[in-house]
């Protein structure tokens, strides 16, 4: 596999306190309405506990791209170290990528008419410093990791209450929920 | 609910039924060339059927945000349905101008390549419409829509250009596309509800809707009273209104994937 950046989302860790997602909205001043990352709840279904658990999800930067693949213009690149980059100014706002990524990751700027999404901060990343987002979580929950080396025993791909269309083999890992424990009066 | 886009409902609408006028069309020119009728001639059909394209592919601009990069559309021939849906439909229209300026209007050749063409390109545009953010939509039903709308307007919109002795046909071949049309849209929502979770609330979102249940008894009504041999003149503007009710509802219904993250899939 060739170099493939990924974000690795501890959903152990995660708190649900929406920074990433504030953070990515203030780096690139998005839309009322638009959030390139957003944290989503687990539903009961999957996590049955008073406790919460969440995912937090932006673009998975997919080894086979859909958002590229049924773009008519051209305006999605892969770049050599994985990230997908979408160029806006190439975009004619004509809604197939966001129609096509099951995960929703492109969303329709509804001033400029073009579609944009998550870039995985690559400008930071080439000058050498963490995304917006994994630097402003605040109990270290989001990294970002070369996929195709890293040791990654533990993490797994298709966490309950993710899509799963393996043709796009996107490159987030996440790490399960703990499992809260039951503390009853004897066991104290 | 999604948006309507009501530019594509019109573009899909109004190109699919041209392509079953133009299958009709050539039809009928097969069956003059065997020694049968061809007046009035064809001219008009083929003229309503490349008005009704261009009519439709003007609409469907409305749908960009950027309309000036329409003419970028045919830059990803490789790997984007939207690209070969231009290049498709781009050769359908020139193959009916063909067709339209061909002498004696006996071009038979002409005709069965614009109608085979049309065709593919009916096919070639639902694949656009089959994305993998919409479970329900992401098969083969998006081509099975859009093929029925062409075999319920194809022969509503013929019938007016033909000569007596064909209307029976005509009608035969409606009747047969409207209960066909009206089992399938009947049928398919209630597939849906045992798919997936995202597949199966697309299922109950059209069994809820009050404006689906409006098209199917506008569909069943239009094939209750489509009795003799010749279609009745109110039939046409009918059978448009609940087929472009029928798109609208397809753009607006179906749920994307992304909406139930959190949630068993
Ligand atoms: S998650 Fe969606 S937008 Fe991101 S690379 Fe994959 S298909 Fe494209
Ligand atoms: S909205 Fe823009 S980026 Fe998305 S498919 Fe259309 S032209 Fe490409
Ligand atoms: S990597 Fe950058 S662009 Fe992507 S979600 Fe994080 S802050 Fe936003």
Redesign the interface.
């Given at each position: 596999m060739k170099k493939q950046l990924g974000f690795l989302v501890d959903t152990e860790k995660c708190i649900g306190c929406f920074t990433c997602a504030m953070a990515c909205k203030n780096v690139y001043h998005q839309q009322k309405g638009i959030a390139w990352r957003q944290v989503?709840?687990?539903?009961e279904?999957?996590y049955p506990h008073r406790e919460r658990a969440w995912?937090s999800?932006a673009c998975n930067h997919c080894e086979n791209p859909?958002c590229l693949?049924?773009?008519?213009?051209?305006a999605y690149a892969k770049r050599e170290d994985g990230i997908v980059v979408h160029d806006q100014d190439a975009?004619?706002?004509?809604?197939?990528c966001?129609?096509?990524?099951?995960?929703?990751a492109p969303k329709?700027n509804p001033v400029?008419?073009?579609a944009e999404k998550c870039s995985m901060c690559w400008q930071r990343i080439d000058a050498g410093l963490d995304p917006a987002c994994v630097h402003s979580c605040p109990v270290g929950a989001l990294s970002i990791a070369d996929i195709s080396t890293a040791r990654l025993d533990g993490w797994v791909q298709y966490p309950?209450?993710?899509?799963?269309?393996k043709?796009?083999n996107p490159s987030t890992r996440f790490k399960a929920p703990r499992q809260p424990r039951e503390i009853r009066r004897n066991d104290a | 609910m999604n948006s309507m886009e009501l530019p594509l409902v019109i573009f899909t609408v109004l190109s699919q039924g041209a392509v079953g006028l133009v299958a009709l069309t050539a039809a009928r020119q097969w069956a003059a060339d065997g020694g049968g009728d061809l007046s009035p001639a064809p001219r008009t059909a083929w003229l309503t059927a490349m008005a009704l394209l261009a009519l439709g592919a003007f609409a469907a601009l409305f749908?960009?945000?950027?309309m000036?990069?329409?003419v970028?559309?045919?830059?990803?021939l490789e790997?984007?349905?939207?690209?070969r849906e231009?290049l498709a439909l781009g050769a359908t229209g020139a193959l009916l101008l063909a067709g339209y300026l061909s002498p004696g209007l006996r071009a038979r050749g002409a005709a069965t390549a614009a109608a085979a063409l049309g065709v593919a390109a009916v096919l070639v545009t639902s694949m656009?419409y089959a994305?993998?953010?919409?479970?329900a939509l992401n098969n083969a039903l998006p081509g099975v829509f859009f093929l029925l709308t062409a075999a319920v307007l194809g022969p509503a919109l013929a019938a007016p250009f033909l000569p007596d002795a064909h209307q029976p046909v005509a009608m035969r071949a409606l009747r047969a596309a409207m209960l066909v049309s009206l089992v399938i849209n009947l049928v398919v929502p209630c597939v849906w509800l045992s798919g997936g979770t995202v597949m199966r609330l697309t299922g109950e979102a059209f069994l809820a809707a009050p404006l689906y249940w409006l098209r199917m008894a506008l569909l069943a009504g239009s094939y209750a009273l489509a009795r003799g041999g010749r279609m009745p003149a109110w039939m046409l503007p009918l059978l448009v209104v609940q087929e472009l009710l029928g798109r609208a509802l397809f753009f607006m219904l179906p749920v994307?994937?992304?909406?139930?993250?959190?949630?068993?899939?």
């Open positions: 989503h709840p687990m539903g279904s999957i995912l999800l859909v693949e049924q773009c008519p213009v051209k975009c004619i706002g004509c809604g197939n966001v129609r096509s990524c099951p995960y929703g329709m400029e008419k073009r309950a209450g993710y899509p799963e269309p043709r796009l | 749908h960009l945000g950027h000036g990069g329409a970028r559309t045919l830059a990803n790997s984007a349905w939207l690209s231009g656009t994305p993998a953010g919409f479970p994307h994937a992304s909406v139930n993250i959190g949630n068993p899939f």
